[in-house]
């Protein structure tokens, strides 16, 4: 019975650890990550789904959920008008499955 609570717990805190839930700050200097958004996935390093739930935004595979207050967030995002001035470009794609990582060296932005 010990061993099944543990387990439980342990997945809860693996699945919160890794959940990709995202504010959009007023300021770059509030943010964790400057953004892009590309026009074409082919231009972006991340291709990101907005999901309707936070259940669904799990792992970093570019399931992202806009959480309502900055304290729920995992990661505070700031949108750039420019993609020099930007840390990640992303495209926002219109199903969850074309989600992905294009550049994987820049995931350990999003942990």
């Known amino acids: 019975m010990k061993r099944i609570m543990l387990l439980s717990v342990l997945c809860f805190l693996g699945i919160q650890l890794f959940s990709q839930k995202v504010y959009s700050v007023d300021s770059k200097y509030d943010a964790d990550i400057k953004v892009y958004v590309a026009d074409s996935k082919y231009d972006a390093d991340l291709v990101v789904y907005k999901c309707d739930s936070k259940y669904d935004a799990t792992d970093n595979k570019g399931l992202w959920y806009f959480v309502d207050s900055k304290y729920d967030a995992d990661k505070k995002v700031y949108f750039v008008d420019s993609k020099y001035d930007a840390d990640l470009i ?14 994987s060296s820049k995931k350990q932005l999003m942990y």
Request: zero cysteines.
């Open 90 to 103: 992303i495209y926002f794609a219109s199903s969850k499955y074309d989600a992905e990582w294009r550049t």
